[in-house]
């Protein structure tokens, strides 16, 4: 258990549903990321959230949104997505300003239909 | 952030030591090694860093050489739940939150009984 909370773990979708990860962190983190691992693939950092304002995107398509609302929850919002879009989601948080390592979630294993 | 080179894969025999290089010969002075690992379909975990000094924790050792172009992490007495991905990273802290870990191929480490 690492503080960090992802649900659902598992999710099967449609390529016209509409759906939302949810991240949840406790620890007073003020950093925020989703990172998207495909099979067979290092895991690729997608968005980076601090203190609930997007600083990075890294080139990821609109059919992903992310959300911050708080600085304990992160959303990641999916339409219309692709078969290839089917991977492992990853949640991470850590607090900035420090030699403090990141904490991960479990994942959400996405698979596309 | 610095390259790191890791063997894709290797074995180690249940209660013997594991020891996993890491080379990183374009290593910059203010960057540290860190490592995480990836058990099957989990997030990542950290584990352990160092900056050139030789560290230990209740999980790891981690040898960094003297000029520090390369590393070695040594699980002192492997069980069959450290089979996992091994991830060594390099990399500078910065305050801001975009500076985050930038994950390559690592280690898959299998201990058999």
């Known amino acids: 258990e690492t503080g960090v909370t992802q649900t659902p773990r598992h999710l099967v979708m449609g390529m016209t549903n509409k759906k939302s990860l949810k991240c949840e962190q406790h620890l007073g983190h003020n950093a925020m990321y989703w990172y998207k691992q495909s099979a067979k693939k290092p895991l690729e950092l997608m968005f980076v959230y601090s203190l609930e304002e997007r600083v990075e995107n890294n080139s990821v398509p609109s059919r992903f949104s992310p959300e911050c609302p708080n600085s304990s929850h992160l959303f990641l919002h999916l339409h219309t997505l692709q078969p290839e879009d089917s991977a492992l989601y990853l949640c991470a948080s850590r607090r900035t300003g420090g030699r403090t390592e990141a904490f991960f979630g479990q994942g959400t294993r996405l698979t596309v239909v | 952030d610095a390259k790191t080179t890791q063997p894709p894969s290797m074995d180690c025999a249940e209660g013997r030591a594991a020891n996993l290089p890491c080379n990183h010969s374009?290593?910059?002075?203010?960057?540290?090694v860190y490592w995480y690992r990836q058990i099957h379909s989990q997030g990542p975990q950290y584990i352990i860093h160092g900056l050139k000094n030789n560290e230990t924790n209740e999980m790891a050792s981690l040898i960094i050489t003297e000029d520090r172009k390369s590393s070695t992490l040594i699980l002192p007495h492997a069980t069959l739940r450290d089979t996992a991905v091994y991830y060594c990273?390099?990399?500078?802290?910065?305050?801001?939150?975009?500076?985050?870990?930038?994950f390559g191929g690592g280690t898959r480490l299998m201990v058999k009984p």
């Open positions: 990273i390099v990399r500078v802290f910065h305050n801001n939150a975009g500076n985050m870990l930038t």
């Open positions: 374009t290593i910059s002075g203010n960057e540290y």
